[in-house]
């Protein structure tokens, strides 16, 4: 959270210095995506007693974000060793792919675990996410072919597709949670729900911004990108809390 203070002070007062700005935004995501993998595999502990089946959920969901740190990674060396500034089509988004992979499987493991009222809802959101999803990579790709586009552009652009397809697995996850009256298993769900949707926001955000050429690191949208780590540290803490409660 602190590190999240900073960043968002530090954005505020140095917007004119694009050096350091770029400095403390890639650290910051190192950190925060650090701290959000670690609390991920403890929660997978407490997890994996308690309730075996969710638990496979939450541990693809920690190896998303693991992955997700390890594109952050290199996206750091990149801008701040080799001087790449925004490096699109980087080894970084080989690792964000993947992450967004682990992360499609996540949801579907977690969607599997909650109890649903009524099924059809739950396919409604899946189905129409997919054909979103699949609607944007259909442009993406024909722009790829047509060469009107990049591997770094296709690559930004497929993120939105991943993004549409998460979006429909969490909705229908969220809408029979919002039912339960039971408070405690609620909260962590949520925080978890609530993590993914701010980096999907941050996804559209980021691909608008790109397209236009006017992202670099530094931009007031990367706070979005580093409170998503944090909150998924506060649902690994609140799964955690809530596990050791049960094995009491």
Known sequence: MFTIIFQI????????????ITIIGDISFVIVALCAAISGL?????????DPEESKGWAIATIAF?????????WAYSELILKINTPLGSIADLFW???????????????KAIFYY????????????????GYVAYNSLSAYFNLTHNIGNLANDLYVTYDFIILGIILSIILPLLKTKQYVFLKSWITIMLAILLRIFYDL???????LN????GNYI???????????????????????ATND
């Open 9 to 20: 002070v530090a954005y505020f007062y140095l917007q004119n210095n694009s050096e350091l």
């Open 42 to 50: 403890n929660a997978y502990k407490s997890l994996k007693k308690c």
């Open 66 to 74: 693991g992955l997700f740190m390890l594109g952050d990674i290199y």
């Open 97 to 111: 792919t993947l992450a967004y992979f682990a992360l499609i499987i996540a949801t579907l493991k977690l969607q």
């Open 118 to 133: 009524s099924k059809l809802q739950k396919y409604i959101f899946t189905i129409l996410g997919l054909i979103i999803g």
């Open 205 to 211: 955000l980021f691909a608008y911004l790109t397209e």
């Open 214 to 217: 006017t992202y670099q690191t």
């Open 222 to 244: 990367d706070i979005l990108y580093a409170s998503s780590y944090v909150i998924f540290a506060l649902a690994n803490y609140l799964k955690t809390k809530t596990c050791c």
